[in-house]
């Protein structure tokens, strides 16, 4: 193999790969990227066993062949070259030595038989649809930063999509929890989803995935079955293929949490309401529990935070809250930054009941993004 390469490209596809392969291993050949040039292309091969992701860009290929390399010390060699330098690799006549000269710089890296690659795992997909790269993004975006990180509970490691039916309209939902939040968020169904099997995405696949949409200029083609999950992204000059086991198990039944009858309805502006809380819990920003309280009244709302070592806060605010019953509820400052953070109207909805009961947060307008947060004890 001979080959010619910009740097830009080649780097952005080997941080794909080396996030991709397990670097803590005793076979060896795990932690490698399997490189293969032929007619214009180089494709770049990584896999942990449980998820394979093969990625393509356009290239000069002087003589087609196949290496298998360090992921980490490939990735780590070509972060460190000349960014206005053509890389040139030329693999050995035995096929034993990578050759990497980029102007006055060379570096010889020992290669692994290409035959000792894994078999990338196959399966019958039996579903497939396709979505436009921002509703994906959105989807992901809006729901990621509510995935546990959990040993026992692993069903709860991912994000879990499904099809769901309302009002006769066919919606793709997604939804995550930690038990402590839950965020659920949906887009109308393409063609194919209907009677899609119920999947959960692990983690580390939703954050692969989510680096390679970034790149992406036309729809994600996606493919499921029972087991697996298979995504195809392309951009200008690029595609990559993303295969990944599923997590087994069974999603806890959230919908009982989406409906609860919490029948008193805050609605504020939602970047002055983060804006205040984000002052108001500065006084917590290094206490465990990072709890802020919330007092609403009669179109008034507080909101304090109280910190043994740093002190107290306190922030009154003007709100749309016509109940003269008071209603006091705390939550994570963090928790509820996130939130605010996917609400991209200018108003937001809190639906309260009492201090033991769940939040309910909505972005006003949007009944196709809900969010849980538990309440806290202080």
Request: hydrophobic share 40%; aromatic share 0%; proline share 3%.
């Given at each position: 193999m001979h080959i010619s390469i910009e740097k830009a490209p080649f780097?952005?596809?080997?941080?794909?790969?080396?996030?991709?392969?397990?670097k803590k291993t005793?076979?060896?050949i795990i932690s490698t990227v399997l490189l293969h040039a032929v007619d214009g292309q180089l494709s770049v091969t990584a896999t942990d066993m449980d998820m394979a992701l093969i990625e393509r860009i356009p290239v000069e290929v002087k003589a087609a062949g196949s290496v298998c390399v360090s992921a980490s010390l490939l990735h780590d060699i070509v972060k460190?070259?000349?960014d206005q330098k053509v890389i040139d690799l030329t693999v050995s006549d035995d096929g034993s030595r990578l050759f990497i000269v980029s102007g006055r710089s060379r570096f010889d890296m020992g290669c692994l038989p290409v035959e000792d690659f894994p078999q990338l795992v196959q399966s019958d997909i039996t579903h497939r649809f396709t979505l436009p790269a921002p509703v994906f993004r959105h989807l992901i975006d809006a729901t990621r930063f509510c995935m546990a990180v959990e040993e026992t509970r692993y069903y709860l490691n991912g994000i879990h999509f499904h099809a769901h039916e309302e009002?006769?309209?066919?919606?793709?939902?997604?939804?995550?929890?930690?038990m402590h939040r839950l965020a659920c968020v949906?887009?109308?169904?393409?063609?194919?989803?209907?009677?899609?099997?119920?999947?959960?995405?692990?983690?580390?696949?939703?954050?692969?995935?989510?680096?390679?949409?970034?790149?992406?200029?036309a729809p994600i083609q996606i493919g499921l079955s029972s087991t697996r999950v298979e995504f195809n992204v392309q951009g200008a000059g690029y595609d990559a293929v993303l295969?990944?086991?599923l997590v087994e198990g069974t999603f806890p039944e959230y919908q009982a949490a989406i409906l609860v009858e919490n029948d008193k309805s805050l609605i504020v502006p939602t970047k002055s309401f983060a804006e205040s809380i984000d002052r108001v819990g500065?006084?917590?920003?290094?206490?465990?529990?990072?709890?802020?309280?919330?007092?609403?009244?009669?179109?008034?709302?507080?909101?304090?935070?109280?910190?043994q070592d740093y002190g107290s806060a306190t922030e009154e605010l003007d709100v749309d809250f016509a109940y003269t019953d008071k209603v006091d509820v705390c939550f994570n400052v963090r928790y509820m930054m996130e939130v605010a953070q996917q609400?991209?109207?200018?108003?937001?909805?809190?639906?309260?009941?009492?201090s033991d009961s769940s939040l309910v947060i909505q972005p006003v307008g949007n009944p196709h993004m809900i969010f849980i947060l538990m309440p806290m004890e202080v």
């Open positions: 780097l952005k596809v080997l941080g794909h790969g080396q996030s991709v392969v397990e005793t076979v060896p460190k070259l000349n009002a006769g309209v066919q919606y793709l939902r997604a939804v995550a929890t930690d949906e887009c109308e169904a393409p063609e194919g989803v209907k009677d899609m099997p119920q999947v959960i995405i692990a983690r580390k696949t939703v954050q692969e995935i989510r680096k390679l949409l970034d790149d992406a200029e295969t990944a086991r500065t006084v917590v920003t290094n206490d465990k529990l990072r709890a802020i309280r919330l007092s609403a009244c009669d179109n008034q709302a507080t909101l304090s935070a109280v910190s609400i991209n109207t200018e108003e937001m909805e809190l639906l309260l009941l009492d």
